[in-house]
């Protein structure tokens, strides 16, 4: 019984640093991710700018007729 819960907790251990392994590079995944975002933002602010010029050319079409 006591063997086996020994077996037992070496394989967690060995999972747990096989998990724990992979968060050394998680800082340098994150600033990727953030450059990448920085770097679309633009698209993000272009369409709003679009979005919002369509509508007031819309609505300035409207008034112009009433």
Known sequence: ??????????RLLIQ??????????VPERVAQLEIQQAKS????????AALVGAVL?????????L
């Open 1 to 10: 019984m006591l063997y086996g819960k020994q077996l037992e907790n070496e």
């Open 16 to 25: 747990l640093t096989a998990k724990l392994g992979y968060l050394d590079t």
């Open 41 to 48: 933002a633009w698209i993000e602010k272009i369409a709003w």
């Open 57 to 65: 050319g819309i609505v300035n079409q409207l008034t112009g007729t």
